[in-house]
């Protein structure tokens, strides 16, 4: 099975930063949008941010202003900069990619913000 690959997650300091890094293969094609989404322990899993086709960003309500979404078509891949991070931000981060209503998923990359 074809499966995205995820790095950058680990553990850091309540106020400090990580840079996460998606990269899809090229064998999946016509992808029309990339995104993060996060699950705590015990929570349903929720999107964090998403960038679509046409330079259309999503962030949700509680990363605003602190989260950067960045993808680079071309090569498939996509990015986000977490700034100012809390220790509410600590959950598994999943990088998803969408082919023409095809999900595909990463094994998810874990950060833990400590206090």
């Known amino acids: 099975q074809v499966q995205l690959v995820e790095s950058g997650g680990g553990l850091v300091q309540a106020g400090g930063s990580l840079r996460l890094s998606c990269a899809a293969p090229?064998?999946?094609?016509?992808?029309?949008?990339m995104g993060w989404y996060r699950q705590a322990p015990g929570k349903q899993r929720e999107l964090v941010a998403v960038?679509?086709?046409?330079?259309?960003?999503i962030y949700a309500d509680s990363v605003k202003g602190r989260f950067t979404i960045s993808r680079d078509i071309a090569k498939n891949t996509v990015y986000l900069q977490m700034n100012s991070l809390k220790p509410e931000d600590t959950a598994i981060y999943y990088c998803?990619?969408?082919?023409?209503?095809?999900?595909?998923w990463g094994k998810g990359t874990l950060v833990t913000v400590s206090s």
């Open positions: 998803n990619a969408d082919s023409l209503g095809m999900n595909f």
């Open positions: 090229i064998s999946i094609s016509n992808i029309r949008a």
């Open positions: 960038a679509k086709n046409r330079g259309i960003i």
